[in-house]
């Protein structure tokens, strides 16, 4: 869902007041044009916004339950130290050491991805309204001269690629997902021990609710 009002600076008005909520043009959908500013105090704007903090705590909500629900499940498998979740405004962020999905330097998935993705598979079937985009990350290691990669981005890119195909072959709807290769970016330790590099090696599958449901 989007809410954002334009002003124009020359004029002195604001140009508008949004709010998508929804899939395919289907869900909940408000715009509201004002001429100026004052126009912010008039029981529309404040109805629009009543409605937005209202829609988006009930989003919220619903993905904190999505996001219990699939810790129950990591813990149930005993999936520790393969899978990890996090919740963040909103946003499920799953994370996968590369260790388990791919041999060092390859693009390649390995013999040990198999059961931690279809682990995976499960609750991307079972939780069909939200969108995955898998992440592929590298530590600060420079790619060897001769190496099939130009740089980490293009490694972690092939990877998330790689894993992306994984799930389409499985028969998760394409549209579901996206793939990004973040390279060396936004490590989650600093890259000054092999151990921290290890932790920064790995592959996320961010998880957003789109309403109205999906494929």
């Given at each position: ?27 909940f ?63 499920i ?39 995955i ?30 894993v ?16 990004t ?35």
């Open positions: 869902f989007f809410f954002f009002y334009e002003r124009d600076e020359v004029l002195g008005t604001v140009g508008h007041l949004r709010m998508d909520f929804g899939s395919g043009g289907k869900g959908h408000h715009t509201w044009w004002p001429h100026n500013e004052d126009r912010f105090n008039t029981p529309e704007f404040k109805e629009a916004l009543q409605e937005f903090v209202r829609i988006r705590e009930e989003m919220l909500q619903a993905q904190e339950r999505v996001y219990n629900a699939i810790r129950s499940f990591i813990t149930t498998k005993g999936l520790e130290g393969q899978i990890s979740a996090v919740f963040d405004q909103g946003i962020t799953l994370t996968v050491p590369d260790s388990v999905l791919f041999e060092p330097g390859s693009v390649n998935l390995g013999a040990e991805a198999e059961p931690v993705l279809n682990d995976l598979l499960i609750l991307f079937r079972e939780y069909r309204e939200q969108t985009n898998i992440k592929g990350y590298t530590d600060n290691s420079p790619i060897p001269p001769d190496a099939r990669f130009r740089d980490n981005w293009e490694l972690s890119a092939l990877r998330s690629v790689s992306l195909r994984w799930f389409v072959d499985a028969g998760i709807p394409f549209v579901r997902l996206t793939a290769g973040m390279g060396d970016l936004h490590p989650l330790y600093p890259n000054d021990t092999p151990e921290n590099q290890a932790r920064n090696r790995r592959v996320e599958f961010t998880l957003e609710r789109k309403v109205g449901g999906m494929p």
